[in-house]
């Protein structure tokens, strides 16, 4: 018994508590600022991510560089403990359009490999300005009016799925 | 010394403890802690049945005022008055048995000279219609709140758009 006790709690338990002390301050705050852990709810972005899901948000993702097509991003609403999770499919400057379920950039198909769920959406030319976005769900099957999507300000984007 | 050290520090902290929970509020902590009261009442369960429901209902009336302005989205016809909003949230609440309201990432401003404030919100509302079917809204919020008696009350809702169609 006794090496299990030097292993877990060490010869000193006043070091050993400082340590966990610590290390619990540092995964706190990486976890709060840096690295969000986040529950996703809700089978909007099927089949990456479903209801019950668990992952890491990259909120430096973008701290020294734009969003980019297909990432998947956070989108904050009041503040970041409710975000919606999104995909990137329009860059500022574009213009996007939707055609029985097919997603025009710039009049040119996007080819969306991700996509196992496509409906028949239909959404007229959206241009982009000069810090728009514009993002969407994976899970297409569910009808366009059921699904929040659309232009999005960049400083909406929290960080980027890790 | 180690003894009196732990007995300090351990003294100190209880201090700090009574101090941090009999310290007055202030006036944005008393919109947080109201719109917490809203959440709780508005959300209900099975055991809220009939009479139980009116009442609950009815509860509701004492966190608006009589004129309040009500905008949700589109779907959703916009509400001018309390009377109309409490008989929309009879019909919303009949509807959806298990419905759980909550207020994340409050932030409140707060107007000393007026008495009014505004707060930006996020509301999510879980419908559960069986232990495995849950279904999750998420809509930013702004309100505008009034004191004129006492007690906070909302005066206005809009949400605020997040994404957006053109």
């Known amino acids: 018994m006794k090496p299990v006790r030097k292993i877990f709690i060490g010869s000193d338990w006043r070091h050993t508590l400082l340590r966990a002390g610590v290390l619990g301050v540092v995964v706190y705050g990486m976890c709060s600022t840096i690295f969000l852990p986040i529950r996703v709810q809700g089978d909007s972005m099927l089949p990456v991510y479903t209801t019950g899901d668990y992952g890491f948000m990259n909120t430096l993702a973008y701290r020294w560089a734009s969003p980019g097509r297909f990432d998947i991003v956070g989108i904050r609403m009041a503040g970041k403990n409710v975000m919606y999770l999104k995909r990137i499919i329009g860059l500022p400057g574009e213009s996007v359009e939707i055609h029985n379920g097919l997603v025009h950039v710039n009049g040119k198909v996007l080819a969306e490999s991700y996509l196992q769920l496509r409906g028949h959406w239909d959404l007229k030319k959206q241009s982009l300005s000069e810090d728009e976005y514009f993002v969407v769900g994976d899970n297409r099957e569910v009808p366009m009016h059921h699904h929040t999507f659309g232009k999005v300000k960049r400083r909406r984007i929290v960080g980027r799925m890790w | ?166």
């Open chain 2, 1 to 166: 010394m180690k003894k009196n050290s732990v007995a300090i520090a351990a003294a100190v902290l209880g201090i700090l403890i009574v101090v941090w929970l009999v310290y007055p509020k202030s006036e944005e902590d008393h919109i947080r802690q109201r719109l917490h009261e809203l959440a709780e009442v508005v959300s209900t369960t099975q055991q809220h049945r009939d009479a139980a429901r009116l009442i609950h209902i009815a509860g509701l009336q004492q966190f608006f005022t009589e004129d309040v302005s009500v905008h949700i989205n589109g779907n959703i016809p916009n509400v001018g008055d309390r009377k109309k909003l409490l008989q929309m949230a009879h019909v919303a609440l009949q509807q959806e048995p298990n419905l759980t309201v909550a207020f994340e990432d409050m932030s409140v401003i707060y107007d000393n000279g007026t008495q009014q404030a505004q707060v930006n919100t996020t509301v999510v509302v879980t419908g559960a219609h069986s232990q495995r079917a849950k279904s999750v809204n998420a809509q930013e919020m702004e309100m505008d709140l009034v004191k004129p008696e006492g007690e906070w009350l909302i005066k206005a809702v809009r949400p605020v758009e997040v994404m957006k169609i053109e």
